[in-house]
């Protein structure tokens, strides 16, 4: 699995800048927050910590995150619960002149079938969306159907989408959902606007996976409950029901 590491992290921050917005500052992280104990493995704080909910789910999907430099540095992005739950997910970060090798080898891998999960809102591309009968024919043709989620803002995802070429030859697949974000640790310009985690869920569930679907939903419940309880320095004092189920898969 490609996880990013403290070392990752400091290779990502000597990398030359291609462009404003193409890697972190060279500052420590200073946000709001940044002084209270963290949780090393889960990256919550200490008081409302997630790792004695996290629990592995097996999918037939698997899940690549090509993620925006500034988000490996952001405790509230929700990428990085898929890959406590899904083993097989695999962490990419993005820089615009410079693709992962990595990743360019596994999209060359004929045992992948991945689509790029972007909105159809655009005509320049509509040739290239698919819907999710695609990923279940790709299950059916013996071969591993991989979601890549760009991993970062509204802004930041179009300009990844489209100033990678390698993505250009991708089938786009769009999420069409009735639900609404339940995501309440950042604002978002719209509730239709999932996050990264609700995405995954979401299109997992439509595809197929839906015991892993419902795995990563409770626990990006028990993510976004002890994270808000976290905030207001409180401790919650009894496990949730998303918390509940995942402590009986636990189990």
Sequence with gaps: MNRHSESCREQDVQRSAEASDDAPRRKPFNARGSFVTRCEACRLPSLNCLCPYKVAAASETRVWLLTHPYEHYKPT?????????????????????????????????????????FPDDQPDYAERVVGPDAVRSAKREGRIPVLILLDGTWRQARRMFRKS???????????????????????????????????????????????????????????????????????????????????????
Excluded at 168 to 189: G, I, Q
Excluded at 216 to 245: Q, V
């Design 77 to 117: 992005n929700t990428g990085r619960l898929i890959g406590d739950i899904l083993d097989t997910t695999e962490v990419f970060t993005w820089y615009r002149t410079e693709p992962d090798p990595t990743l360019l080898a596994r999209l060359e891998d004929p045992r992948f079938a991945p689509f790029v999960v």
């Design 165 to 251: 070429p390698y993505l250009e030859r991708l089938p786009v697949l769009p999420l069409h959902s009735e639900r609404t974000t339940r995501y309440r640790l950042r604002k978002s310009a719209s509730s239709a606007h999932l996050c990264t985690a609700e995405v995954a869920a979401e299109l997992l569930h439509q595809t197929g996976d839906g015991e892993a679907a419902a795995t990563l939903d409770d626990y990006f419940d028990a993510f976004n409950d002890s994270y808000a309880a976290s905030r207001r320095h409180g401790k919650l004092e009894a496990p949730t029901a998303a918390m509940k189920r995942l402590l009986a898969r636990r189990g």
